[in-house]
């Protein structure tokens, strides 16, 4: 059996880490865009597609990380809007040139390897000035043919 007396102090102690405002809280900030990313991934799990492209376009297009563009453009593909894909698939490739998932999908929807390695920032040359990305038409050619 617990004492009155530390029960009280007990809940005193209680309240008194809540805080008066309504909007405060304890745990970790809820990002709302990072919620709404949740959902569209569920969604698009589900294979319910338009409900997970209604919820990828309500994160502003400065919110979105890299995860939030590919599956955006996933999304844009599957809903055959290829100019929008095209263009979200680009800015996936501007966040990380490394992202084979995005050069496969330009390359499927009609981007030549010209195009796509003009989008790859200079800071990826060499001590030269030359990229070698020789081995991205090699890469792309045999993707294709599989």
């Known amino acids: 059996m617990i004492p009155k007396q530390n029960m009280s102090s007990a809940r005193s102690s209680l309240t008194s880490n809540r805080s008066s405002s309504p909007n405060s809280c304890n745990i970790s900030?809820?990002?709302?865009?990072?919620?709404k990313f949740k959902i569209a991934s569920c969604h698009c799990f589900l294979n319910e597609n338009k409900a997970a492209l209604v919820e990828m376009e309500g994160i502003p297009s400065k919110a979105r990380n890299l995860p939030m563009n590919l599956l955006l453009?996933?999304?844009y593909r599957i809903s055959r809007h290829s100019r929008a894909?095209?263009?979200?698939?680009?800015?996936?490739?501007?966040?990380?040139?490394?992202?084979l998932e995005a050069i496969t999908a330009l390359s499927e929807l009609g981007s030549t390897a010209k195009d796509i390695i003009s989008l790859f920032p200079q800071a990826l040359e060499n001590p030269l000035g030359l990229v070698d990305w020789y081995w991205l038409g090699t890469w792309e050619c045999a993707s294709l043919e599989v």
């Not at 900030?29 to 919620?35: A, M, Q, R």
């Not at 894909?85 to 992202?99: D, T």
């Open 85 to 99: 894909a095209v263009a979200i698939y680009k800015e996936c490739l501007r966040h990380c040139p490394f992202i």
């Open 29 to 35: 900030v809820i990002n709302e865009n990072e919620v």
């Open 73 to 75: 453009g996933k999304l």
